[in-house]
């Protein structure tokens, strides 16, 4: 199968890379390389396509020139204070964006679109916990509210052209070759700076709850959606909420560096508690998270000792 995937460069799509390749697909990746990074693929064997999918007529050649079957959908503004500080761009990226890929897809008869949305936000302060996929959607950010309008955006080009879909809202992803670089990876953020002997910032008072899955589960279920799923929305998460602080203490209790986090001020569109029912992906699909938080931890801080270690040696 001929997959091309949206944001490949990036956290998430370089390990759905991975993942599609060894189920012997033939894989391209399309990425602007703003957070994406050219290292996270490789050894991979993928065409590669440096673009930003805003670019309306850049998107076009390359779908043309590879000419995918299914398109993994991951490029996005995926950051809750980016879209808060600024509304307009995550607009651009997360819904125009994703109209010139929905728009390629059709011209290139594409059967299928694969499509990264957001459990954490389209929720909201959901009044049913753990929330199930026809919980009320009720977004308290910018970013909340274009993936939202992104998974109407797909049932429309399925009405009006016939093309396929499935939407994932995934909890919180971690896990290695997470960025630290921003708010979303607070994994990631946090096992850096301890490694790096400093202070990291707990937003909020750290009882904040979340769902936290890890980014090889999230790469299973978006390869069971190659053949499954048509036309519905999952969840992907662990099903378990787990606090900030609780998640700090995890990785302080592995790398035993004694330093304590530092708090902030709560951040404008931060949700109190947020985590997802897993039931109906586990019914149509037969998939269940197989990576505990504990496990996910050990791999995620093992990678970024290796990464500290090389910025230690490179000086």
Not at 39 to 51: H, K, S
Not at 107 to 133: C, H, Q
Not at 283 to 300: E, F, I, K, S, Y
């Amino acid at each position: 199968m001929r997959i091309l995937i949206t944001g490949g460069a990036g956290f998430i799509g370089s390990h759905l890379a991975d993942h599609f390749l060894a189920a012997g697909h033939e894989v391209a990746v399309l990425d602007n390389l703003v957070s994406g990074k050219l290292e996270n693929l490789a050894g991979a064997r993928v065409m590669f396509f440096q673009v930003d999918i805003r670019d309306k007529a850049a998107v076009m050649a390359a779908f043309e020139q590879f000419k995918p079957e299914v398109v993994s959908h991951h490029a996005a503004q995926m950051s809750v204070k980016g879209s808060t500080d600024n509304p307009t761009y995550d607009a651009q990226c997360n819904v125009l964006g994703l109209i010139n890929v929905l728009e390629a897809a059709v011209a290139v008869k594409a059967r299928k679109v694969i499509f990264a949305s957001s459990g954490g936000t389209v929720y909201g302060d959901s009044p049913i916990i753990p929330s199930p996929e026809d919980a009320p959607l009720l977004p308290m950010s910018p970013y909340g509210i274009t993936k939202m309008v992104g998974e109407h955006y797909l049932g429309y080009f399925h009405q009006a052209f016939g093309l396929d879909y499935t939407v994932f809202r995934y909890g919180n992803v971690y896990g290695p070759r997470q960025d630290p670089h921003g708010e979303a990876g607070v994994v990631a953020i946090f096992a850096k700076k301890l490694m790096r002997g400093e202070a990291p910032i707990i937003h909020w008072d750290g009882e904040q709850r979340k769902d936290y899955v890890h980014v090889k589960d999230v790469a299973r279920a978006n390869v069971l959606a190659l053949t499954g799923g048509s036309g519905h929305a999952f969840n992907i998460g662990s099903g378990v909420a787990t606090s900030v602080n609780e998640l700090f203490a995890g990785l302080e209790l592995q790398l035993q560096t004694g330093i304590m986090p530092h708090y902030g001020p709560k951040r404008e569109g931060d949700v109190r508690l947020s985590y997802l029912s897993v039931d109906k992906i586990a019914d149509r699909l037969g998939w269940r998270p197989q990576v505990g938080l504990a496990d996910g931890m050990v791999d995620t801080v093992a990678y970024f000792r290796q990464q500290v270690a090389r910025e230690v040696t490179t000086g």
